[in-house]
């Protein structure tokens, strides 16, 4: 997968890749599981891949390798990784396919989407028979719930 995005770049050494959020606002509600407003205090975040991941060139994972003691430790890391190369020199190379936007899917109500899952979520999903008894809503404040759990899903 490397070579073949590499290949779109004049500079793979400078790659970065992957899906894009752009002039993304701060989140600023302190329920979020991506509120970081209290670590980061810009408006908005510089542009940074999102979704099923993102590649980087070996200067961008040397620098965040060499100053990793100096770099703030962000609850959101793919925030994070934008906000530690934004000054950098990139090639930044967009991959459409890297993103699954839920909100773009028309999903039934049985889907079970799992992707972002807090660590208390991912232990729910650890759960024998898991997926018969939760379900993660797709709103704007994601949220993993019991069916049968009704106030809980209605927060949702």
């Given amino acids: 997968l490397f070579r073949s995005v590499a290949q779109k770049s004049e500079h793979?050494?400078?790659?970065y890749a992957g899906y894009f959020n752009y002039d993304k606002e701060?989140?600023?509600d302190k329920r979020s599981k991506?509120?970081?407003a209290d670590q980061y205090s810009e408006s908005k975040l510089p542009p940074y891949a999102v979704g099923g991941g993102y590649l980087v060139g070996s200067n961008i994972m040397k620098y965040v390798s060499d100053n990793k003691p100096t770099l703030a430790p962000y609850r959101v890391e793919d925030a994070a990784m934008g906000i530690y190369v934004s000054a950098m020199p990139k090639d930044q190379v967009e991959i459409t396919g890297?993103?699954?936007n839920?909100?773009?899917k028309n999903l039934n109500a049985d889907a079970v989407w799992t992707n972002p899952a807090n660590p208390a979520e991912m232990k729910?999903?650890?759960e024998p028979n898991a997926f018969s008894n939760v379900h993660l809503s797709a709103c704007d404040g994601t949220c993993l719930c019991d069916k049968e759990?009704?106030?809980a899903w209605n927060k949702c």
């Fill in 12 to 15: 793979p050494e400078k790659l």
């Fill in 26 to 28: 701060m989140i600023t």
């Fill in 34 to 36: 991506w509120y970081f």
């Fill in 98 to 100: 890297f993103s699954i």
């Fill in 102 to 104: 839920i909100w773009e």
């Fill in 124 to 126: 729910l999903l650890l």
């Fill in 149 to 151: 759990d009704q106030a």
